[in-house]
């Protein structure tokens, strides 16, 4: 069965460091990757997502993910942090199916301190 | 745009009773809905895939006949619980698939907190 693993659950990082959040898969096949956001008290926001071509995508906010394939990983990466970027980070990763259904990884807590 | 809403936010019930939680794409047609279920510092859970005009589709563990699942049109999707009890409080939270090429993008609504006491 696919599954998502998120190897840090809980981050603690000051304002300006960089961020790296690991994101692995289980899947042989082809694979559409996402990473989602849910600040405190707010619904899941799509930060990036990857379909195919240039494995290095940027997404909202100043953050960007790499997909390697050969790792079966697809890291989330933001140079410099703020402390509006403290929330909770979801990998999903959709492994096709009838229904694209999504399987997430079990989140990573962010806290940015000023 | 591609905004999707629940109701209600959050709800509180007797043991036993049946709740009904409602999502709807406000601005797009959604021909798939997925509803999740999200315990306490946990991640987002499948519970099923729902078509509009035809039968759920549930993932395996869930059970369909606690879990009532109905896709009546195309911007809008009910889940209720019958029976409700406290182990059946959680965050529930359904998406709605807006076509983007072959694949259906996923947009989320902001949730319903079922507290069953």
């Known amino acids: 069965a696919q599954s998502v693993s998120q190897h840090n659950h809980h981050v603690i990082l000051s304002e300006a460091a960089s961020l790296e959040l690991g994101c692995n898969y289980s899947?042989?096949?082809?694979?559409?990757l996402f990473w989602y956001v849910q600040y405190p008290g707010q619904h899941l926001q799509l930060l990036l997502k990857?379909?195919?071509?240039?494995?290095l995508v940027k997404g909202i906010k100043g953050f960007e993910a790499e997909f390697i394939k050969s790792k079966f990983s697809f890291n989330l990466r933001k140079p410099s942090v703020q402390w509006s970027d403290t929330a909770e980070y979801f990998c999903?990763?959709?492994?096709?199916?009838?229904?694209?259904?999504?399987?997430f990884g079990a989140g990573t807590r962010l806290a940015v301190h000023p | 745009g591609a905004v999707v809403s629940q109701h209600p936010s959050r709800v509180i019930c007797k043991s036993g009773t049946s709740v009904k939680i409602e999502c709807r794409s406000l601005d797009f047609q959604a021909t798939t809905m997925f509803w999740y279920r999200q315990f306490p510092k946990q991640s987002l859970m499948l519970m099923a895939t729902?078509?509009?005009?035809?039968?759920?589709?549930?993932e395996q563990g869930v059970e369909k006949d606690k879990f009532l699942i109905n896709h009546a049109s195309l911007t809008l999707s009910t889940l209720t619980v019958t029976s409700a009890h406290p182990e059946d409080s959680s965050f529930y939270i359904c998406?709605?698939?807006?076509?983007?090429?072959?694949?259906?993008?996923?947009?989320f609504g902001p949730g319903t907190r079922l507290t069953v006491l």
């Open positions: 998406s709605a698939g807006l076509e983007a090429g072959t694949y259906n993008e996923q947009f």
């Open positions: 999903a990763v959709n492994a096709g199916g009838g229904y694209n259904k999504l399987i």
């Open positions: 729902s078509n509009e005009g035809s039968k759920a589709t549930y």
């Open positions: 990857y379909f195919s071509g240039d494995p």
């Open positions: 899947y042989g096949g082809t694979v559409n």
